[in-house]
């Protein structure tokens, strides 16, 4: 079964240069979520998207800004990065539902990953 | 807010025995999910199981099954037959669902679990 696609998988920065990551999400899922891993901690939710429109924003730094296209696919964009943006990028996708009375099939399948280390 | 509560930073298992992993949260509503992730040293995010607030029963994929415990906000992982590829982190999880749609994953900070040969 096809799974959600994170591209690059390694990416290496110097401060304050920019950086964009892109996520492709499973095939039909039209919800697509960002978190960010640093080493030894939990994942920390950044921004989410349904239907291409931003449906969550979490502890997402205004040099972050992410979007969703037409094809579903999302790309989140890193401006002026700094030391502690050294993380690991994950993107997850669902196939939500927003009608009432019914409930989403809502679980969040993960991408690989993007190890972003900034120098 | 919802919360989500891993008392045990790091377990051990010997290969083939059975271990559980626990998991405590805090929220005021009714309807939500949970999840129990696994992180192995690839760092992976890979699904486990999940459980639904609004079904009793608990839960169970294979080797891995959970107990439940709504009115108590609880939700431990048992693992049965370890096996070394269990070697892993373990993260709890919550969501809230409803009619205007999901709240994104609230994590626990894992618990790091060794299996022994």
């Known amino acids: 079964a096809a799974g959600v696609i994170q591209s690059p998988r390694h990416l290496i920065k110097e401060k304050r240069e920019t950086a964009t990551l892109k996520c492709y999400p499973i095939?039909?899922?039209?919800?697509v979520y960002w978190y960010q891993q640093g080493p030894g901690q939990d994942p920390q939710f950044l921004i989410s998207?349904?239907?291409?429109?931003?449906?969550d924003k979490g502890s997402i730094p205004d040099r972050f800004s992410a979007q969703q296209f037409s094809d579903y696919h999302s790309e989140l964009n890193m401006s002026s990065l700094e030391l502690g943006d050294s993380a690991l990028y994950f993107c997850?996708?669902?196939?939500?539902?927003?009608?009432?009375?019914?409930?989403?099939?809502?679980?969040?399948?993960f991408g690989p990953g993007t190890r972003l280390t900034v120098l | 807010a919802q919360t989500v509560t891993q008392s045990q930073p790091e377990m051990s298992v010997q290969e083939a025995e059975t271990v559980t992993l626990s998991c405590t949260y805090d929220?005021?509503?009714?309807?939500?999910?949970l999840f129990w992730y696994k992180q192995p040293p690839s760092r992976q995010m890979i699904l486990v199981i999940r459980?639904?607030?609004?079904?009793?029963q608990n839960a169970t994929e294979n080797r891995f099954s959970v107990n439940f415990q709504k009115a108590a906000k609880s939700f431990s992982l048992k693992i049965s037959d370890s096996q070394l590829g269990d070697t892993a982190m373990y993260f709890c999880?919550?969501?809230?669902?409803?009619?205007?749609?999901?709240?994104?994953?609230?994590f626990g900070k894992g618990t790091r679990l060794s299996v022994i040969a």
């Open positions: 997850a996708s669902s196939l939500g539902s927003r009608y009432l009375g019914t409930r989403s099939t809502d679980t969040q399948y």
């Open positions: 998207f349904y239907e291409k429109m931003q449906s």
């Open positions: 459980q639904e607030a609004y079904k009793q």
């Open positions: 929220t005021s509503e009714n309807n939500y999910y």
């Open positions: 095939p039909r899922h039209d919800t």
């Open positions: 999880a919550f969501i809230h669902t409803g009619a205007s749609g999901n709240t994104p994953l609230v």
